[in-house]
T-cell receptor, first 115, second 112 residues
């Protein structure tokens, strides 16, 4: 178990630029989740995949955000035309799902700063 | 998912037991109670979960009230490494309920 890996750990970009984050889940975990966390708040759910299918999206996921998990393994989260309000920690979690008693395993996140 | 209520912050002396409370008065019979913690600059880490009975693992114990409207996470002997934000979360035990609502959690300070 090598854990959930997220890259990059930090990203600084100018407003209006596009950014992409990558998440490598624990191998054989069929579910992958994306969350966003702002300072002083708990993580907020954005979206999740079961294998390669994106099954649920939060209202927080505006049309500037897109997530993919093309082969059911790693996932990418892209933000287009970034805005100041996108500054946050973006967390990925994976889960070997067989009911909601299984824990989610989180990566250490990508911190996005918009200048 | 139903809402949980936790104190914003708590303090504990090192090597003393810590009891972190969580109220979930609107819990349904199919909700699991999960606890996660988040150390500074890290992602959340699973601690423990339960449904009706008290649970123990190597990290902590979970005491669940008989009516399930509250629970308590017990750290038997706090260490400095236990300083973190602790989240109490309810998860529906049904297909389709897949979101975690973390709330703001309890920030635990451990005093040497």
């Amino acid at each position: 178990d090598t854990g959930v890996s997220q890259n990059p750990r930090h990203k600084i970009t100018k407003r209006g630029q596009n950014v992409t984050f990558r998440c490598d889940p624990i191998s054989e975990h069929n579910r992958l989740y994306w969350y966003r966390q702002t300072l002083g708040q708990g993580p907020e759910f954005l979206t999740y995949f079961q294998n390669e299918a994106q099954l649920e999206k939060s209202r927080l996921l505006s049309d500037r955000f897109s997530a993919e998990r093309p082969k059911g393994s790693f996932s990418t989260l892209e933000i287009q035309r970034t805005e100041q309000g996108d500054s946050a920690m973006y967390l990925c979690a994976s889960q070997l799902y067989s009911g909601n008693r299984q824990p989610q395993h989180f990566g250490d996140g990508t911190r996005l700063s918009i200048l | 998912d139903a809402k949980t209520t936790q104190p914003n912050s708590m303090e504990s002396n090192e090597e003393e037991p810590v009891h972190l409370p969580c109220n979930h008065s609107t819990i349904s019979g199919t909700d699991y109670i999960h606890w996660y913690r988040q150390l500074p600059s890290q992602g959340p880490e699973y601690v423990i979960h339960g449904l009706t009975s008290n649970v123990n693992n190597r990290m902590a114990s979970l005491a669940i009230a008989e009516d399930r409207k509250s629970s308590t996470l017990i750290l038997h002997r706090a260490t400095l490494r236990d300083a973190a934000v602790y989240y109490c979360i309810l998860r529906r035990r049904i297909i389709g309920a897949n979101q975690f609502y973390f709330g703001t959690g309890t920030s635990l300070t451990v005093i040497p």
